[in-house]
């Protein structure tokens, strides 16, 4: 398990939370910035340990989601019932990142253990998002399960790549951190 102060975590949720409200919906300028949600929560669970980050986490989401299609405009294409199936589909990348999180050893192996849970995390997560919109927001006439494969092989790659690209940017952070942190330590050691 990653060991982290309390005010590391502090930091690193604050920083999460700043980075799914600018890049989910299209209130802040920055359009070329894929959304940063799935990679959120993701990485919620393997750094912070307190278990109500989630359901912080999904009020942020939720409460974005309203405000970019507006109170008035409640009855947008992605806000049906079906919403509340982002519930166990982002529980499913927050748990894998918790899993993660009790495997992972500050060593190369990290890596191989890192990236199929990172990808199964992830596909679990678009079968109950992608799937669960297809068949309970009623906006498809006669929802099959070849229709449902279809749209997971469509939006898996595209979500799944931005999964990576925001997990490997924590990585080379994280990296980046602990080398600092033993290169200080080795200096005043030496001293």
Same mark, same amino acid.
């Given at each position: 398990?990653l060991?982290?102060?309390? %005010?590391t975590?502090?930091?690193?949720?604050i920083a999460?939370m /700043?980075l799914?409200?600018?890049t989910?919906? $299209?209130?802040f300028?920055?359009h070329?910035?894929?959304?940063a $949600? =799935?990679?959120v #929560? #993701?990485?919620?669970?393997v750094?912070?340990?307190?278990k109500w980050? *989630?359901?912080l986490?999904? /009020?942020?989401a %939720?409460i974005i989601d309203?405000l970019?299609?507006g =109170?008035?405009n409640?009855g947008h294409?992605?806000? %049906?019932?079906?919403? =509340?199936?982002l519930?166990p589909a982002? /529980?499913?990348l927050? *748990?894998?990142g918790?899993?993660?999180? +009790? =495997?992972?050893?500050?060593?190369a192996g990290?890596?191989a253990?890192?990236v199929?849970v990172?990808?199964?995390? /992830?596909l679990?997560?678009n079968?109950l998002?992608s799937?669960g #919109?297809?068949? *309970?927001?009623g906006?498809?006439?006669?929802?099959t399960?070849? +229709?449902?494969v279809?749209?997971?092989?469509?939006?898996?790659?595209?979500?799944?790549?931005?999964?990576a690209l925001?997990?490997g940017?924590?990585?080379?952070?994280?990296?980046?951190?602990?080398?600092a942190?033993?290169?200080?330590?080795?200096?005043?050691h030496?001293a």
């Amino acid at each position: 398990m990653l060991n982290l102060s309390r %005010t590391t975590q502090l930091y690193i949720g604050i920083a999460l939370m /700043a980075l799914m409200a600018m890049t989910r919906g $299209s209130h802040f300028p920055l359009h070329n910035l894929p959304s940063a $949600s =799935w990679a959120v #929560f #993701f990485l919620a669970g393997v750094l912070l340990r307190p278990k109500w980050v *989630f359901p912080l986490l999904f /009020a942020e989401a %939720t409460i974005i989601d309203v405000l970019s299609v507006g =109170w008035i405009n409640a009855g947008h294409h992605c806000m %049906t019932v079906a919403y =509340w199936m982002l519930v166990p589909a982002y /529980a499913a990348l927050w *748990f894998g990142g918790r899993l993660y999180a +009790g =495997w992972h050893r500050d060593q190369a192996g990290s890596l191989a253990v890192l990236v199929p849970v990172m990808a199964l995390s /992830a596909l679990v997560c678009n079968v109950l998002s992608s799937g669960g #919109f297809y068949f *309970f927001s009623g906006r498809y006439e006669a929802p099959t399960v070849a +229709g449902m494969v279809e749209r997971i092989g469509h939006y898996y790659p595209q979500y799944l790549s931005s999964l990576a690209l925001y997990v490997g940017i924590a990585v080379v952070l994280y990296v980046g951190a602990r080398s600092a942190q033993l290169l200080m330590s080795n200096k005043s050691h030496q001293a």
